[in-house]
């Protein structure tokens, strides 16, 4: 099957609609139809500024979607992945009570049941199924919420689409949940190259029961479109025959999915009135929005979303494509649209056996796709962005950046402000932003600019210091003409970075921005801390029960009651690292370091054992000692402990002296972290620097 000419840009659409869809419902998730009318009235456009939230939060629907799809980069992207293999994802991106799900509790939220099911040894699919679970708690919402993914990598393909999805779906759900899902899969598949939206339906019914509930209700809506006009009096018959009383649970799969067909027939393939008609109709609107935003998006293309201009609907602009997807893999905490399509149509690619898709030799932020934006803001003076075509020296688009005097454009690399982590951390907020930054003192920031008939120009990075006050460094200046290729390293004490861009006098054109090279830093007790330094706390992903952060005894307190926890940094942008640490375990089945993490159960640790060993251990699924060695260590005492990887070599020292070498090759990259296993270790300092 050949793939579609715009397959990236309509994968963009997708993701977009997406994460339009969830920004525009969640300030009211949960609200009836009654209750939206009477305080919001029709959902024209954001009203995140009248229920007094901020528009872009962290939410499962996200960061779940865009999660679990990667359990196939982790497979070899396999096109006969098993639910099985998804479930082990489960176990590795999420951190337990922190990340992606709603951890509402055993029974009572459908995810933490089926991740409880997959914790205590419960493989999937029986982890979610019903006959473990209850019908009623395996027919709830979630596996639709998650499902767009399968379908965005399976263009054109309802047959991958419906069993990559149902087989994601299965980790967690049953019966109607699973039909629920399936069907939109294969509709959001099949929207790459079928317009007609009775087609879509006509050939999401082919993969799913004729007696199920699902099948039966999108026969009953698509009678009532065509006997009645009215979308009001269409969802007033929903309700009434398929509605939250006649299901149980707290967020039933049917009555949602049943206000996606109604939405997708009623909106006449227009982006704006789709939304606004789901949304109005209220239930899980998030969730809801965020599902037939994404098909809808890819149904219709940017040119669909954008449609919405002409009546002063700017969906895109204020979202700049910044989405969050936390999970205990800070690669892709701070994220964007951009980034999630490459990933997306970079799967879609394997799976079929085609080259990746690297856009300007694969920098992090390319704009190669239409109106892109990758997150670039004003973030200080004034100026104007746009993405402009025909621009590029080495692609086809790049950010026209205009300032009035002197102003900074820059993207978002870690929590742009300690007042929105904090909010993320509200009790209210059930989805708090855990990640760690994605650039790191020692790499090597670089930029290429044209076009700038003699602009002032500098790359910038902006930090935290110990205050939680905000600092800058910058580059030298470049005065740009033609063109100007920037390079520069980020200064040891930058350190968390949260935002790189450009200072800049004039005006010029960014054809692309990146990093590379290994980091190379200190992290301990941020000098000159008074009562700040909570933003250097929170640039570590916490893995583990509780992370104390106590500078007058030690600034990394690791608590862990059962099982193994980690705090981790870095990405998989990191690959031969040698990491360095004090480490004094009080108590603890094993403490140490860590490298190229990927996860909960994606690392290679070196490990002071209580056995009276140390060991170099891989943990991919399973865990695997790859060296040991005999070593009577106490508790109490403290150990220099470095951990090098370069290549498929691994070097573990103690106190100056190489105890260990091992070799393999499953992980080629990742983060590092400090370990513990059911007890406490303290650190003082952590070193990481290039092998």
Known sequence: MTLPEDYAERVYAGVLGKAIGVYLGRPFEGWTYDRIQSRLGDIEYYVHDKVGVPLLVTDDDIAGTFTFLRTLMDNSFDPDLSAEAIGEGWLNYLIEGKTVLWWGGLGNSTEHTAYLRLKGGVKAPASGSAALNSRVVSE????????????????????????????????????EAVFGAVALAVMEAMAFVESDTNRLLDKALEYIPADSVIAGMIGDIRRWHQQEPDWRVARELLSDQYGY??????????????????????????????????????????????????????????????????????????????????????????????????????????????????????????????????????????GHISNELGVSQTGQHALRLQSHGSARFGTPTFAPSTEFAAWTEQPSNPYPLIACPRVYPGQTLSATLLRGEGASVRLYAAFFDGNDEVQHVYSAAHSVSDRADISWTIPEEALPVFEVGVELAGTVYLDCLGWRDEPRYISTRPPGRRRGGSMWRRSWVTAVDDFVAMPWVEPFRLIQNAGRGMVIQGNRDWRDILVSADVCCHLGVCAGLAVRVQGMRRYYALLLHRSGEVQITKVVGDETVLARAPFAWELGQTYQLQLCVRGTHLIACVDGKEVLAAFDEALSSGGMALVIEEGRTATQQVTVEPA
């Open 245 to 382: 009383d006649t299901y149980g649970g707290n967020c039933h799969i049917v009555p949602n999915h049943g206000l996606i067909v109604l939405a997708l027939l009623y909106g006449n393939d227009d982006f704006s009135d789709t939304l606004k008609i789901i949304n109005t109709c209220g239930w899980d609107t998030d969730c809801n929005s965020g599902n037939i935003g994404c098909l809808v998006g890819i149904k219709q293309g940017l040119a669909g979303i954008d449609a919405g201009l002409s009546r002063g609907l700017d969906w895109r602009g204020p979202v700049a494509d910044r989405i969050y997807v936390p999970t205990a893999d800070p690669s892709w905490g701070i994220s964007d649209c951009v980034r999630e399509t490459q990933q997306i149509v970079n799967a879609g690619l394997a799976l079929r056996g085609d080259e990746a898709w690297r856009p300007k030799n694969g920098a992090q932020f390319h704009f190669e796709l239409p109106g892109s934006l990758q997150g670039f803001t004003v973030t200080d003076g004034e």
């Open 140 to 175: 709830q919402i979630g596996a639709q919420i998650f499902i767009d993914g399968w379908a965005m990598v399976s263009p054109g393909n309802p047959d991958q689409a419906a069993k990559l999805a149902g087989r994601a779906a299965k980790v967690s759900h049953d019966g």
